[in-house]
């Protein structure tokens, strides 16, 4: 299994709302990746986690709360979003000691 | 902020003919990657590069890196409608998970 998934592949949701997205890669991959991509400009790094720790947080809003249940499974919580913070979110991983990050097809989030 | 800067910024070709695409950085670097992202979908790896290789190729990839300039290019050779698409190139910082992305090239091959 060489893919990374993420789910849902879109959503909509309010300010007021809490949801999460979902990514799970089986590659053995223990470096998993979150990254904000607006329209026409390059992925920004949000957040990396190494062997289920957080290792990079990018200044990311506190609205934003990353979790890493096991070395599979990266979870990204959502609660009281703003209107830009629609985005395509993209997980990625990389295997240990590599640089080629495998990423997933994105989640396409509104927020109203 | 931004490692890389890309230019073109979009493209535009007919099919069969070549596509070049450039990436300028600032900083030292291991080695540099280039990605293919169809629109709003996922990006795919095409090719890296080390600091140490001057060109590399990949089927009708071909790409270059200049240290000394601090730039690289992908050549895209006999192109194809499919490969309509925006085209990163990506610098790991040195020692770290960071990734920097380039600005992006939009390409669009004509049929």
């Known amino acids: 299994d060489t893919e990374v998934t993420q789910t849902p592949k879109h959503l909509v949701m309010g300010m007021t709302n809490k949801k999460s997205l979902k990514c799970e890669q089986h590659?053995?991959?223990?470096?998993m990746y979150w990254y904000k991509q607006k329209a026409k400009k390059p992925p920004e790094l949000m957040f990396v986690?190494?062997?289920?720790?957080?290792?990079i947080n990018e200044s990311v809003p506190s609205r934003f709360s990353p979790e890493c249940p096991n070395s599979s499974l990266l979870n990204l919580h959502l609660h009281a979003l703003q209107p830009e913070d629609s985005a395509l979110y993209l997980c990625?991983?990389?295997?240990?000691?590599?640089?080629?990050?495998?990423f997933g097809p994105g989640t396409r989030l509104t927020v109203l | 902020s931004q490692q890389g800067e890309e230019d073109p910024q979009a493209l535009s070709i007919q099919e069969g003919e070549n596509a070049t695409m450039n990436c300028s950085y600032k900083?030292?670097?291991?080695?540099l990657q280039w990605y293919r992202q169809n629109s709003g979908r996922g990006l795919v790896h095409l090719i890296l590069?080390?600091?140490?290789?001057r060109e590399k190729h990949s089927g009708r990839l071909r790409v270059t890196l200049d240290t000394s300039k601090k730039s690289s290019s992908l050549l895209i050779t006999a192109s194809r409608a499919a490969d309509t698409a925006s085209y990163f190139c990506?610098?790991?910082?040195?020692?770290?998970?960071?990734?920097?992305f380039g600005a992006g090239t939009r390409l669009f091959v004509k049929a």
């Open positions: 990625a991983s990389t295997r240990t000691g590599g640089d080629e990050q495998f």
């Open positions: 590659m053995g991959h223990r470096a």
């Open positions: 986690y190494s062997y289920e720790k957080l290792s």
């Open positions: 900083t030292s670097i291991n080695n």
């Open positions: 590069i080390r600091s140490n290789e």
């Open positions: 990506a610098m790991p910082y040195t020692g770290g998970f960071k990734t920097i």
